[in-house]
């Protein structure tokens, strides 16, 4: 019998081969502690509860009641003769009245604030996609966005992956709140410039995730000056407007344009989902709000690989546009976000820990830097967090996985629990606060 | 159109055509659009018959729907469920999903073979899937072999972000536009002479837009070659359960797992699916991507992040699809209607003299109207298209816009109406084929041209907002 030479294996792309998909940062890692060890009030009270995780889970009471006077049944009609009609459709400018209830969901989060027109709303199966697709819009691969740090973890792949577009951070740092500065900006600018890197946009996420905090509006302002001046695209990720806590507090990019009465908005693009506000994440719901028309146009085409369901569509098209349900969830569950905010900052505040003062968002933004002594570094915070995730088990997010320049810093999530759960983890929090402190 | 400085701030993919809707194939829509028949409203208006929509059994899933309203989320009957299942995001998709699906696609290959449900991908509709596949598969600049005709589509979801091309296999009217080994060999050949690195093979079984089925031969035939050749195999299998009659279909995944005396490597083969076709949803948005390489799977299942089927839609599927007395209710029914509608349409065609190409699958024949050329070439070919649409009234997709290498041939849909719309859609090409039978010389529509169309250049006319997809003929306005 001869020698067996293996069959060389037939490659797959370099986009396939790369580890831009990103998964194998700390902040995925941790959930496969919770995967492996779940926890559960009744069945297993010592698993690792999972809080890396920014779901809103404290409204789905609104929702299971509109549905259950509402049926999704009913809303097809008699018999069902509406499912047909439905089923077919798939129309890339997406359902009517899907997109006017949007628009105007949109319109009521902001207050009335700014104007949203429904035929620049455009439909994609998640922000994850919306994200994706106005980067292979604006940018070229080998091109770059900039994006204030510390920013979502999933960027890196959204943004990257598939498009070759290269992220070049905004640093920002606990000094002012890690607010973005007009020096940061132009710093930015410029590292990507040495690199001979062209930038073609800035992207910001407004409320900020991980921050948990709101963009003021002068912030804003000098933004849209930036891009203004350098000539590029400014992205502005709103998924979280909905999660503010107090709705005057929230500036859109959208108020600004419209006070200066919409000059210079073509290059202004808004990215909103209904994952985070309406705790739907599996209903894949994204929309890219572009002042562009070309945007618009050709983001549509693009949206032809992501579309959302038409039966999704369908029935959120009614419950969106039943303005008295939504103001009242709206409302509601701003408040219930805002007690439960509160009852964690003050919860770690009387173990001495602290958090960046935040308005909005299913997370804080939790300092645990002095824990770190001679270990500031992204070692340092990396074992504390083990140390989190293995003894006091709770899945935290680690800065660093946000690319947060300075160690320390962490992301928790408080919004995919029950008050129950929270209060245990509050707890577990404060008896490694008092192992620590004997020691 | 004034190139605007702000278009510059556009990528290349943003402002190139790549988007592929500068084709006759979405032109013929507008005039649709613009003139949508409707038998008591509009009896003289355009009939849609260039859209591959099967409509023939939704009457059998509404009936299911209404006798299941527990399969929904979102009514009371099913709102326990709506919690966990609205916050589940899970790339894996929903168990239950993945195994009905699973389950079904061995049912539509007759039980012949099973297929995996760790393997079952989630994608945005079948466009997403092709998208994601030659995402994995291929990088920029790289090719894959397709035989002509091909669904317009292609050109669009496997090149426009992905950067890949596209090289043609020529099939011939003389053999039904079979697919040769000469044929296979003779595209790889051409791409490397232009020095094109070829990834793989793209075959469309039942084929859109011919209808018919691969014999088991052809199907050998092109995993010896790429196996030889060392490159992928995808199979677009979306029409599965389209096929009406003899001779029954065979997937590819009874060739791999029966004809073992061909050397395969399993790594090099992937199934695109979809329900949009079969069961007649191309509004939900199932695209499943089936790969027996796992590295494939894995990836394809990260990039699904980018075009997940809504959970709302996987619940109600996965309740429909594990009801076995009516998925093999709606198959036989299925089945039973399109051959109905097949021999109805092509026996209309027939008593004028019409030919097409004998198929047994699909929802569309491939017609052959080369007799009624002025000249064997394209532009009579979109000569007699734009009298088809402007003077007979119905849109139907020409061979071009199909690549396909001989003037003459339109796809024609039929299962997206009913049985009045295509009584009427007969009795117009009946008029119109004897009117020109009068004019004993040329065809009256040489000497009697209305072309509203004839100035504009399609790039003009793809100006239009409209979507290239419109809404079929009996859909009313719900918007």
């Not at chain 2, 079948?126 to 397709?146: I, K, M, W």
Request: charged share 25%; hydrophobic share 40%; with cysteine.
């Amino acid at each position: 019998m001869g020698i067996e030479i293996e069959q060389p294996c037939v490659q797959l792309s370099k986009v396939a081969v790369s580890e831009t998909h990103g998964e194998d940062s700390p902040y995925f890692a941790g959930w496969k502690a919770y995967d492996e060890n779940p926890y559960d009030e009744l069945t297993n009270p010592s698993g690792v509860i999972q809080m890396g995780l920014a779901e809103n889970q404290v409204s789905f009471d609104l929702l299971e009641k509109y549905l259950e006077e509402h049926s999704e049944a009913s809303t097809w009609g008699k018999g069902a003769p509406g499912f047909r009609e439905n089923a077919l459709f798939q129309d890339y400018h997406g359902l009517k009245s899907f997109r006017t209830a949007m628009a105007s969901f949109m319109e009521q989060i902001r207050g009335g604030r700014a104007k949203f027109d429904p035929e620049r709303v455009v439909l994609t199966a998640g922000a994850t996609a919306a994200n994706e697709l106005l980067t292979f819009i604006i940018a070229n691969p080998g091109e770059a966005l900039l994006v204030p740090t510390p920013y979502y973890p999933g960027f890196d792949r959204d943004l990257r992956w598939r498009t070759g577009v290269n992220i070049v951070p905004i640093h920002c740092d606990s000094s002012n709140n890690f607010q973005i500065t007009p020096e940061a900006l132009e710093a930015a600018y410029k590292e990507a410039e040495e690199k001979n890197t062209r930038v073609k946009g800035v992207l910001i996420t407004n409320p900020s995730n991980p921050l948990g905090a709101t963009i003021q509006r002068r912030v804003l302002e000098n933004i849209l000056d930036f891009v203004t001046r350098k000539n590029i695209h400014l992205v502005s990720d709103e998924i979280y407007s909905g999660s503010v806590f107090s709705s005057s507090e929230f500036v859109s990019v959208a108020e600004i344009l419209e006070s200066r009465g919409y000059k210079n908005s073509e290059r202004v693009h808004i990215v909103y989902s209904l994952s985070k506000d309406l705790g739907l994440p599996g209903f894949r719901v994204g929309t890219i709000y572009s002042y562009n028309d070309k945007v618009v146009t050709t983001a549509r085409r693009m949206s032809s690989f992501t579309l959302i369901s038409s039966q999704t569509q369908h029935l959120l098209a009614s419950m969106l546009s039943d303005k008295s349900f939504t103001e009242k969830y709206i409302k509601t569950n701003r408040e219930r976000l805002r007690k439960r905010y509160q009852m964690m900052v003050e919860g770690l505040k009387s173990v001495g820990i602290e958090c960046l003062k935040g308005n909005a968002g299913l997370f804080c933004w939790m300092n645990l830097s002095p824990l770190l002594e001679n270990k500031a570094t992204r070692e340092g915070e990396l074992e504390l967090w083990n140390a989190i995730l293995h003894e006091v088990k709770l899945n935290i997010s680690p800065g660093s996985s946000c690319h947060c320049s300075e160690p320390g810093w962490f992301r928790v999530c408080f919004a995919n629990m029950s008050e129950q759960t929270l209060d245990v983890a509050l707890d577990r929090i404060r008896s490694f606060m008092e192992r620590i402190r004997k020691y | 159109m004034a190139v605007d400085h702000q278009t510059q701030l556009l990528s290349k993919i943003a402002i190139g055509d790549g988007h592929a809707e500068a084709s006759p194939y979405f032109d013929g829509w507008k005039a649709y659009d613009e003139d949508p028949f409707h038998p008591t409203n509009n009896p003289n208006g355009v009939i849609q018959m260039g859209l591959a929509e099967n409509q023939l059994t939704s009457d059998l899933v509404e009936d299911w729907i209404v006798s299941n309203p527990e399969a929904s989320i979102c009514t009371p009957e099913g709102v326990a469920d709506f919690k966990a299942i609205a916050n589940f995001q899970d790339y894996h998709g929903l168990p239950e999903f993945r195994n009905t699906v699973a389950k079904f696609m061995g049912r539509t290959r007759g039980n012949r073979v099973t297929f995996d449900p760790d393997r079952v991908v989630m994608s945005g509709g079948a466009t997403g899937a092709h998208e994601v596949v030659a995402f994995c598969l291929a990088d920029p600049g790289d090719a894959f072999l397709v035989p002509i005709p091909y669904y317009p589509g292609f050109d669009r979801d496997l090149r426009w972000r992905t950067g890949v091309q596209l090289v043609p296999i020529k099939c011939e009217s003389s053999n039904n536009f079979k697919l040769t080994r000469q044929a296979l060999e003779a595209a790889y050949e051409k791409a490397k002479e232009d020095n094109i690195r070829v990834k793989g093979v793209l075959i469309t079984n039942p084929s859109n837009p011919l209808g018919t089925v691969m014999d088991r031969n052809t199907l050998r035939t092109v995993l010896s070659f790429i196996n030889e050749k060392r490159i992928h195999l995808v199979c677009d299998e979306i029409y599965a359960a389209t096929v009406f009659s003899h001779p029954s279909f065979i997937s590819i995944a009874e060739i791999l797992e029966e004809d073992t005396d061909i050397e395969c490597d399993h790594d090099l083969i992937h199934i695109v699916y979809s329900l949009s076709k079969d069961m007649g949803f191309p509004g939900f948005r199932v695209g499943i991507i089936y790969s027996y390489n796992d590295a494939v799977v894995n990836c394809a299942r990260k990039m699904s992040s980018f075009g997940l089927v809504s959970t709302h839609t996987q619940y109600l599927l996965a309740s429909m699809l594990s009801d076995e007395d009516f998925v093999e209710r709606f198959l036989q029914e299925s089945a039973k209607r399109l051959s109905q509608r097949y021999r109805v349409f092509t026996s209309g065609l027939a008593k004028v003299g019409i030919k097409c190409l004998q198929s047994n699958a699909g929802l569309f024949v491939w017609m052959d109207l080369r007799h009624l050329l002025k000249k064997p070439t394209f532009e009579s070919e979109m000569e007699l298209w734009r009298v088809i649409i402007h003077e007979v009234k119905i849109n139907v997709s020409p061979g071009s816009s199909f690549h396909c290498p001989e003037a003459g041939w339109f796809r024609v849909c039929h299962a997206n109406m009913d049985d009045r719309a295509v009584q009427v859609a007969l009795q117009r090409i009946r008029n119109f084929v004897l009117q020109n039978k009068e004019v004993n010389k040329k065809p009256c529509w040489q000497s009697n041209l209305r072309l509203s169309l004839k100035a504009r250049r399609f790039e003009e006319i793809m100006m239009s907002p409209h979507s290239p997809i419109p809404r079929s003929p009996l859909v009313k306005a719900t918007n």
